[in-house]
């Protein structure tokens, strides 16, 4: 999953993909279906060749042709994948995949007047009206009153985010609405959108309807969507709901400890864009060759509290139970499902470390000896203390139990740990997923199958058509596609988002192609792994690299191959939609990417400006901040600013200064007067020490302005540069001397100025990165 360096490049497609055999001559002697007419409820089925069962397996269009070939009228005509399997009556074994496209003509005969608006994902059926709906201050949350308490989180929610969003701060009601409302229902008629579909209907007022709280609460998405990017929202009416069922993304949190903040946060911002599965990595290690080549050494973490094992527990992160268990609820408010993993037995040091009888002597401390039967009883320990009880802590369905990368040599030891610990989690009523590896892991010894999902990663590992035809469902998770490593080297650091909207659906497998509709495909998921433990990338570069592939992502497991804009529309388009309404995790100062400056000049009392122990005094020019230590500083109206700023100041130090006196700070990062242990002026974030190599001359004014990009951070002193931090490398102790670029990033901190000795005056930030020559007219 995450030690096969990948080197990205072309990835070929096997466009006619068949399940079993090739022969062309018995496919294409399939006739195509019937056309479909006004009024038709049943899809007629063209007949079997002679020798064979035509077994229709599903649709990518399920709320239009459901899993027994019925017929919902979509709203306009509408293009449908059948998928059937071609078997022969002498051999089960012997299957064909069979696709066709069939046309299902719409209520209506046109897309009506108005245009479909744009969402992400982008809405699966519209028809247009004519005129425009307004939302006001005097608009009504109004809640069905048969459904009142099962819709109320959603409603509570929805009231706080257009609160945060508009300033609107609506009424929630029951009853019937009046113009200008927003009404909410589960009361659809149309029960084949299923428990992620709705209808989005607006005219006088906005009707939302579903038959399931999820999908309801998807409509409230793309409604503040809407508003995000016009205040005016398109009469018509939308028929929406997903292609694929899992539409997920995988944390890595095991080697880099991510804050139960950033969690909190990911939820909202991934229910923002309909997806629906959250896969939280809690255990990892990095790679010996890079500690000393040195188990001892070797960094490992387990994030959750535990109990029968105390020791296992991180001591540099972690979350209680009643913090994951709140992650969780919030994620079920939102429409999303928490997947916790724990991995073993590879990828195990966390384990082994708390009991050395349990790590192997012929792979190493990061593999179970699976030969020795305390290794089990430890990992259902583990496990039970999580998903045992009437209240588990694992709250939700289904659990990940890793099961990836272990020794070839020990497959068959493997394969029976794989199977006893599917059933062992089964016993306590959870659904098991886990990594793909038994193509990897050949042998004899069965692995059970039924009702095991199963992520399905490197084809060298799980050649997705053997999983197949073993039965399993899958999840595409191709490494080749959809791996972020930050700062690596190898797979992705960023994602080729151009490539996956143009050519990548989850029915893709690395080069195996899937039809359209296969419903063992259940959906994709894309991931983050931080295998380069120690290289300084924070929440903030991860969710850099994250926010565009999720846009993208968003797009295609929700629609598959349905993309109706370029890509360079949808990229441009796209730009307009945000994390959501609560958040700002990337650090805007503006709700556009328009240019935007913010200027503070300290030379009388300002309103945006809150002291506390820091008085005006005369100062560069005119006059400045006066700060008498660690308890004097100023607040300012932002928090943090992030990728790309300037931010330009004159400071004047005085001589008695402390070591980690600090300039600036946000709930994120410090800047610091004086670096801690060598007196440079410096920043520090996420346990992170950094400095600029530059001390700040004492009872003097000085010129400062720091720049700051996704790759470094860089200083200039009164005009000139003088320490740019973009290309430092971590250069490990192994044979080859292996060498890592370390990120020096920042999101510089705004939430406070002062906390030292001395004068700070003229502050200026702008949102973007200044040229030199900018920088130099500035001082």
Do not use: C
């Not at 195996?512 to 931080?530: H, K, Y």
């Not at 005119?622 to 100041?649: C, D, M, Q, R, W």
């Amino acid at each position: 999953m995450r030690r096969i360096l990948f080197t990205v490049g072309l990835l070929i497609i096997t466009q006619g993909f068949l399940f079993a055999q090739t022969d062309s001559t018995i496919v294409q002697s399939i006739p195509n279906i019937k056309e479909i007419k006004t009024g038709d409820k049943k899809v007629i089925f063209p007949e079997s060749p002679r020798g064979y069962s035509l077994v229709f397996k599903g649709s990518n269009r399920t709320p239009v042709v459901n899993s027994s070939g019925g017929i919902t009228t979509p709203l306009v005509a509408t293009k449908v994948n059948l998928y059937f399997e071609l078997v022969s009556k002498l051999s089960d074994s012997i299957k064909f995949d069979v696709s066709k496209e069939i046309l299902v003509p719409g209520k209506f005969s046109d897309e009506g007047t108005n245009p479909q608006p744009f969402v992400i994902p982008a809405l699966r059926e519209w028809h247009g009206g004519n005129g425009d709906f307004s939302l006001t201050t005097s608009s009504r949350i109004v809640l069905d009153a048969a459904n009142e308490k099962q819709l109320k989180n959603a409603a509570n929610i929805l009231k706080q985010e257009l609160k945060d969003q508009l300033g609107f701060n609506l009424l929630i009601a029951k009853g019937k609405a009046r113009k200008g409302d927003i009404f909410l229902t589960l009361n659809a008629t149309d029960k084949s959108i299923g428990e992620e579909g709705y209808y989005f209907n607006t005219a006088d007022y906005i009707t939302i309807s579903a038959i399931k709280y999820q999908g309801l609460f998807w409509g409230t998405r793309t409604l503040l969507q809407l508003l995000e990017q016009k205040n005016t929202i398109p009469h018509g009416i939308a028929r929406d709901y997903p292609e694929f069922k899992v539409r997920g993304f995988v944390l890595d949190v095991g080697r880099k400890f991510f804050s139960l903040q950033f969690l909190r946060d990911y939820v909202k911002f991934m229910s923002y864009y309909k997806l629906n599965d959250f896969q939280i990595h809690l255990n990892d290690n990095g790679f010996k060759k890079y500690f000393n080549d040195n188990w001892a050494d070797t960094y490992s973490a387990f994030r959750l509290e535990n109990t029968t094992y105390p020791g296992l527990t991180a001591k540099d992160g972690s979350y209680t139970k009643k913090e994951f268990i709140a992650l969780q609820q919030l994620a079920n408010d939102y429409g999303v499902r928490i997947i916790p993993e724990i991995d073993a037995p590879a990828h195990a040091l966390a384990f082994t470390k708390v009991v050395p009888e349990i790590g192997s002597k012929a792979y190493g401390m990061d593999h179970l000896d699976l030969h020795n039967p305390l290794s089990y009883t430890v990992m259902e320990n583990v496990f039970k203390e999580y998903i045992s009880g009437s209240s588990p802590v694992f709250m939700g369905k289904a659990v990940h139990i890793g099961t990836d990368e272990y020794a070839k040599k020990d497959a068959e030891v493997f394969r029976a740990f794989t199977d006893h610990m599917i059933k062992y989690v089964e016993g306590y009523g959870k659904d098991v997923r886990l990594w793909g590896a038994l193509t990897h892991a050949k042998g004899t010894t069965l692995v059970k199958v039924e009702n095991v999902v199963m992520n399905t990663w490197y084809n060298g590992y799980a050649n997705p058509v053997e999983m197949k035809k073993l039965g399993y469902k899958q999840i595409s998770t191709p490494d080749g596609w959809l791996y972020i490593v930050p700062a690596a080297g190898y797979y992705y650091d960023y994602l080729n988002i151009k490539n996956l909207y143009n050519k990548w659906t989850p029915s893709m497998i690395g080069d195996v192609q899937f039809p359209a509709g296969d419903p063992t495909i259940l959906g994709g998921s894309f991931a983050v792994w931080n295998d380069i433990v120690g290289n300084g990338i924070t929440e903030k570069d991860v969710h850099d690299r994250v926010f565009p592939a999720m846009q993208v992502l968003a797009q295609k497991m929700w629609g598959g191959s349905n993309t109706v804009l370029t890509f360079d529309d949808f990229n441009v388009l796209s730009k307009k939609i945000g994390e959501g309404p609560s958040l700002n995790i990337g650090g805007k100062l503006s709700e556009s990417d328009a240019p935007f400056t913010a200027q503070f000049n300290f030379d009388k009392k300002d309103n945006r400006i809150k002291t506390i122990g820091a008085v005006y005094t005369p100062g560069y020019s005119k006059n400045a901040l006066s700060f008498s230590g660690e308890n004097s500083y100023a607040s300012l109206p932002y928090t943090e600013i992030g990728y790309n700023y300037t931010v330009s100041f004159w400071v004047n130090p005085a001589g008695n200064n402390e070591d980690n006196a600090m300039l600036f700070k946000s709930p994120n990062a410090v800047v610091k007067l004086k670096q801690h242990g060598n007196g440079k002026l410096g920043f520090s974030r996420e346990g992170y020490n950094i400095d600029f190599g530059y001390a700040l001359p004492e009872n003097s004014w000085t010129h400062v302005v720091i720049t700051g990009t996704n790759k470094g951070t860089s200083l200039y002193i009164n005009g000139k540069l003088e320490k740019k931090l973009y290309d430092n490398w971590i250069v490990f102790t192994d044979k080859d001397k292996t060498k890592m670029r370390k990120s020096e990033t920042l999101f510089f901190p705004l939430q406070t100025v002062g906390g030292f000795k001395g004068k700070l005056d003229e502050l200026q930030i702008w949102n973007k990165v200044l040229s030199e020559e900018e920088i130099s007219s500035l001082k």
